[in-house]
């Protein structure tokens, strides 16, 4: 069976500092990959999905960014983290391909708190 | 994306059955309606997704109309285990990936 793999759960970081964030699947191959964030009281807003190492598109301007440098993995990152980047970040998977039907996993989610 | 419409919070006895409406009168031929739910700091479950038909699966039954601009999410016997935020969304492939566009969700509260 599929499973997919975040971490660190909870982080607090100062203004200014570099984020970095990891996800991994395990149990299937060239997964589509996504990286969500839900702010305080807010809904889910996409941020970057990748259909392939080395392929990411990117949904909303920001400070933010993100990697697969392989297959199972996606790593988001920032340079200097701004106090509105606190929040809720989740990675999601879904089978290869692009069919509509196909169904998208998330991940447990990492806390984020920029102090 | 189509957007959908959800109220934003039902109550619901436990052991009843919890009707969750959503209105998606801009949908497309091709997009499915997909219901998740989210337990505080937790990430999203995947409930159920459906095309045209009715669905059921072991969690809950998804209910379209036939002219697919509404659908209701159907918790037979809900627990209180299952006060969450409850997303309907509609989706399709585009671009080269499927993408899912949340809303604001219905916050249901299961009470004993």
């Known amino acids: 069976s599929q499973t997919i793999h975040q971490w660190p759960a909870t982080l607090v970081q100062p203004v200014g500092s570099p984020l970095s964030l990891e996800c991994t699947v395990e149990?299937?191959?060239?997964?589509?990959l996504y990286w969500y964030r839900q702010a305080a009281g807010r809904g889910l807003q996409l941020l970057f999905y990748?259909?392939?190492?080395?392929?990411i598109s990117s949904e909303v301007p920001q400070n933010l960014s993100a990697s697969r440098p392989q297959d199972r993995q996606f790593i988001l990152s920032s340079k200097k983290l701004l106090l509105s980047d606190s929040g809720f970040y989740l990675c999601a998977w879904s089978p290869p391909g692009t069919r509509a039907g196909n169904t998208i996993y998330f991940g447990e989610g990492s806390w984020l708190t920029v102090v | 994306d189509a957007k959908t419409t959800q109220p934003p919070s039902m109550d619901c006895a436990e052991g009843r059955a919890a009707n969750l409406p959503c209105n998606h009168s801009t949908i497309s031929g091709n997009e499915y309606v997909y219901w998740y739910r989210q337990i505080h700091s937790q990430g999203p479950q995947y409930i159920i997704h459906g095309l045209k038909n009715n669905e059921t699966n072991e969690m809950a039954s998804l209910i379209i109309t036939e002219d697919r601009k509404s659908s209701t999410l159907i918790l037979p016997h809900a627990t209180l285990r299952d006060t969450a935020v409850y997303y309907c969304i509609v989706r399709v492939s585009q671009g080269g990936s499927e993408k899912l566009v949340f809303g604001k969700g219905t916050k249901l509260t299961v009470n004993p």
């Open positions: 149990g299937t191959s060239n997964p589509n």
């Open positions: 990748s259909v392939g190492i080395g392929q």
